[in-house]
């Protein structure tokens, strides 16, 4: 059977989970998030609403890279060769991210985005709504929780639905190689 995702429940402490949102706040810009649109990246309050911020700490890409790693070995065996800067996603209260994938079919670069990596890094217990789902998929379960980590496809269609209640921070990044075939 193929497998859609690799999950590892509670990889990261809390204590790791705070150090990486104390870190991520406090080196990296905030920009409004933009999705790809006629050929280029444009604001869309329709599709996401969220606060990113683009991290470069090499004990972070490390551990991405290590997770991405371990799950292309045991699940995927996808060709991927290139790791680019990590993304800090902040969801606060009316913040969300519609269906989408992670892939741009449209791009000429002669690279995909072929593994998609998201680390929970809030407590469940501070925010309400910020559910990762996938679209037609079984769910993980046990995700939300703190230090959790999920590897997957990138074309999986997943969403983030509303925040209701205070603030979700998670992790994102994508293992890229040449174009799919």
């Not at 469940?124 to 496809?153: A, I």
Request: glycine share 4%; proline share 4%.
């Amino acid at each position: 059977m193929r497998l859609n995702w690799q999950h590892w429940h509670k990889a990261l402490s809390p204590e790791e989970c705070e150090r990486i949102t104390k870190l991520c706040r406090e080196t990296a810009a905030f920009q409004s998030a933009t999705v790809f649109k006629n050929n280029e990246y444009v604001p869309s309050n329709d599709i996401r609403e969220t606060k990113v911020a683009w991290v470069k700490d090499p004990q972070l890409r490390q551990t991405c890279n290590d997770y991405f790693l371990e799950a292309n070995r045991n699940a995927f065996n996808f060709i991927v060769d290139f790791l680019p800067d990590i993304q800090f996603a902040e969801y606060e209260k009316g913040c969300f991210y519609t269906w989408h994938h992670d892939i741009n079919w449209d791009s000429s670069s002669l690279y995909d985005r072929k593994l998609s990596i998201i680390i929970q890094l809030s407590d469940p217990s501070t925010y309400e709504g910020g559910n990762f789902e996938f679209k037609e998929l079984e769910q993980p379960q046990g995700f939300r929780d703190q230090g959790s980590v999920l590897v997957f496809p990138s074309y999986n269609v997943h969403r983030v639905t509303e925040v209701t209640e205070g603030v979700r921070n998670s992790i994102v990044c994508w293992m890229e190689g040449p174009r799919w075939r």
